[in-house]
C-alpha cells in the first residue's frame, strides 16, 4: 500500500512525467524478470499471463453486466 505522501506526489505528476517513472520502473526490474533458469522464466512469463487473462476477463464480465444494464434502461 502506498502512503498517503506518495499518492499526493503521483497526483501532482504530469501524464509525461508519470509515464516516464513507467518507463524508468520498466527497464530497472525487467533483468529480474530475466533471471533464472530457462524453465523459472518461461513458468514466470506463464503465471503473468494468467493473472493478465483473468483480469481481462473480469473486465470483459464487468463491461457486459454494464451494457446489459443501461439497455434495460437501468444506469
Same mark, same amino acid.
Given at each position: 500500500m502506498l !502512503?498517503?505522501?506518495?499518492? =499526493?506526489? +503521483?497526483?501532482? &505528476?504530469?501524464?509525461? =512525467?508519470? $509515464?516516464? $517513472?513507467?518507463? =524508468? &520502473? &520498466?527497464?530497472?526490474?525487467?533483468? +529480474? $524478470?530475466l533471471q533464472g533458469s530457462e524453465d523459472v522464466v518461461a513458468r514466470r512469463f506463464l503465471l503473468i499471463q494468467r493473472d493478465n487473462d483473468l483480469r481481462n476477463e473480469r473486465i @470483459?464480465?464487468? @463491461? !457486459?453486466? $454494464?451494457?446489459?444494464s443501461s439497455s434495460r434502461g437501468v444506469a
Open positions: !502512503s498517503q505522501e506518495t499518492l =499526493e506526489q +503521483y497526483r501532482r &505528476m504530469t501524464v509525461g =512525467e508519470r $509515464l516516464d $517513472l513507467t518507463f =524508468e &520502473m &520498466m527497464r530497472e526490474n525487467t533483468p +529480474y $524478470l @470483459l464480465a464487468a @463491461l !457486459s453486466r $454494464l451494457r446489459k
